[in-house]
């Protein structure tokens, strides 16, 4: 959605002219397949003292989702889905930027993230796409920002006190990806947004596992595959937090 609906105020008898009318623009997510064929002998599955082919799923899956977060978050596209941080990324405003494009602003500081900048960064996003909005960092950026304090002397870091509370940053979430860069000069270390509404996943299918006790004699093949793509579908709806040139 490229927006432009347009409107206006009337009097009670004035003409009602045709006002502008929001525009679409056509995407596609950029699709790619995973695959895995780790073997085991025959012997190995008869013998086990455990479910060996049950094992060899659940390391798939692990492996599988690794590659997906790597992918979703910063994949070239070729092959594979286009992560958001592929996005090129300026500092012009929603008003002026070109869709496809993210907004990032600086933190202020060479190397280092600031409480100013985080805040700056929470009210760059529209308050419509603040609903739902999330932090996204890795562990590192995570424990830095534990330790930012604003003015008063607040932590901007509140722990999860009671069972199930999940912890919050100025009053948002957080979710850790350890795919985002470490807090270094020009990296893009923090998002900030709806990723629901501006990043869409696309899963073609499923995971497909084929057992395969013929092509490779003694051994049994588990050729696992899973067609998976990823696009940016809202670029106003992610922001990032680009730390300052040392």
Sequence with gaps: NLGGTASGWVGETDTRSQTATSRLELIEPLMGEIYGNPQATQKMLDDAFFNVEAWINSELA????????????????????KGFL????TDETDKVRAFGKL???????????TADAIIKLIYTLRKAHRTGAKFMMNNNSLFAIRLLKDT???YLWRPG???????????????ENEQMPDIAA???AIAFGNFKRGYTIVDRIGTRILRDPYTNKPFVGFYTTKRTGGMLVDSQAIKLLKIAAA
């Design 103 to 113: 907004q990032h602003i600086v933190s202020g500081e060479a190397t280092a993230v």
């Design 161 to 175: 006190l009671e069972l199930g509370q999940p912890s919050s940053l100025a009053g948002y979430g957080i979710a």
């Design 186 to 188: 020009d990296a893009k």
């Design 152 to 154: 008063e002397g607040n």
């Design 86 to 89: 592929a996005y090129e990324s």
């Design 62 to 81: 692990t492996e599988f989702a690794e590659q997906e977060e790597i992918a979703f978050t910063s994949g070239d596209g070729t092959k594979k889905p």
